[in-house]
């Protein structure tokens, strides 16, 4: 008898967990969760998650289930991968019979080396973190991995994500092996990103370790900053101080490696609105990072940020003021480098180069400054429902029924909702946005 070519198919580990920018990358875990896990403002890893270390076996196994996976979608002609990437309609039926035909092999895919505990257990009575919390799974099934790959391949298959979140923490010869095995594996792809932490880069990873992971072939970092002041930093209990920042950024410059920050506007609240811009622009300026990624401060249920809101101790500062912490850093960042706005958190989609966008940026946000109160409801309702759309495709069965009686001859007049309404449906949306 003939063996299945289905039955060793296997679910392999995801990278929940990762830049906007890494959506439509290939993703292996080399680390799970976080080991910090104290950022005041984080829900990812504050419910039952532990962080652990995978080993190289493990992490090759995974990367072996890939490419597994992938030979079959070749040979299925399921997208096409590479420089010609692409789809059709008939990869839905033909990915519904891939993984119709590994289920009926008779065994039951599982990953041997998954995390060990069961998902966290969220409150029913907690529909914002419910909601979030749905989408990240320590155990993927089949179903997530052969979307996932199928994902990576139509749209290009030539990025790579190495998870989770402090990459910078591995020895450079593992990081050189799973890279070198991953491009053995899959030769198309061409670019290798991480998330890091400052504080490991300026205190922990020297200059030349850097280099080896440069020359094994990591192309860029991402480090979430989220503010330059020391004050901020402290509050949200980041671990990492303002000078981290710029030894950490500087350092993985100098090694060739591109380096990507994110900030967080709102994250200072009201009492320290003013000092988290200035500072963190100032910040900027002086790393000069090849990109500044924008992802405005959302507060989750049951994370330390909203117990301290909840007692009084943290002042949230409103849409408008987030605003003009945006312009603040678009006026006084004194560096070349890519302004990004590519979270459905943010409000406005502030993008450019700076210095030679700086004008058209100021502009566009003086034009939202210069609306009406009222004006300035409806225009974040109108851009939070666009958010949604954009995130997942159309409105939430909660969403729509609370936009019906607002719909007439098929469209929606958002400036019929009252202000009660509409600041409720705001938050209701914000509440439901991946940041």
């Not at 008898?1 to 289905?6: E, G, Q």
């Not at 030979?71 to 008939?90: K, P, Q, T």
């Not at 990492?240 to 994110?262: P, Q």
Request: net charge neutral; with cysteine.
């Amino acid at each position: 008898m003939a063996a299945d070519p289905f039955s060793d198919i296997e679910p392999f580990e995801i990278c929940s967990i990762r830049p906007p920018t890494e959506n439509n990358s290939l993703t292996f875990r080399l680390t799970r969760n976080c080991y910090w896990n104290k950022c005041g403002f984080c829900p990812v890893y504050k419910f039952g998650a532990r962080f652990s270390r995978r080993t190289l076996s493990e992490i090759q196994k995974d990367i072996e289930r890939v490419g597994r996976l992938n030979d079959l979608m070749d040979e299925a002609g399921i997208g096409f991968y590479g420089r010609y990437a692409s789809s059709d309609s008939s990869d839905y039926k033909k990915i519904h019979d891939l993984m119709d035909k590994i289920k009926r092999s008779g065994k039951t895919p599982a990953a041997s080396d998954q995390t060990p505990g069961e998902p966290p257990d969220v409150q029913a009575d907690d529909p914002q973190l419910a909601w979030f919390l749905q989408w990240f799974k320590d155990k993927p099934c089949i179903e997530d991995s052969v979307n996932h790959v199928w994902n990576w391949r139509v749209n290009g298959g030539q990025t790579c994500f190495l998870g989770d979140a402090d990459s910078l923490i591995l020895k450079p010869d593992f990081m050189g092996a799973v890279i070198g095995k991953v491009k053995n594996e899959f030769p198309a792809i061409r670019r290798f990103t991480i998330y890091g932490r400052t504080a490991t880069a300026a205190r922990v990873q020297s200059l030349s370790d850097l280099k080896i992971m440069k020359k094994a072939g990591l192309d860029r970092v991402h480090f979430g900053i989220e503010s330059g002041s020391d004050e901020v930093l402290s509050m949200v209990q980041k671990g990492e101080t303002k000078s981290d920042h710029i030894t950490g950024c500087l350092k993985t410059r100098e090694a060739g490696l591109s380096c990507s920050v994110y900030v967080m506007p709102g994250l200072g609240g009201r009492k320290f609105s003013d000092l988290h811009a200035h500072e963190t622009a100032a910040t900027i300026s002086a790393i000069s990072p090849d990109f500044v990624r924008l992802r405005s401060l959302q507060i989750f249920p049951q994370t330390p940020l909203a117990h301290a809101r909840d007692r009084g101790e943290f002042i949230e500062a409103p849409e408008e003021v987030m605003v003009r912490e945006i312009r603040t850093l678009v006026s006084e960042i004194d560096a070349e480098t890519t302004l990004m706005s590519d979270s459905a958190a943010n409000l406005l989609n502030i993008n450019g180069q700076l210095p030679r966008d700086r004008n058209a940026m100021l502009q566009e946000m003086d034009a939202y400054l210069g609306l009406s109160p009222r004006q300035k409801e409806v225009f974040s309702l109108e851009s939070r429902l666009a958010a949604f759309r954009g995130q997942y495709g159309g409105f939430s069965e909660d969403i729509y029924t609370e936009l019906i009686p607002y719909i007439s001859q098929g469209k929606l007049d958002l400036a019929s909702i009252p202000e009660d309404q509409a600041r409720r449906l705001i938050h209701m949306i914000r509440a439901k946005l991946m940041p």
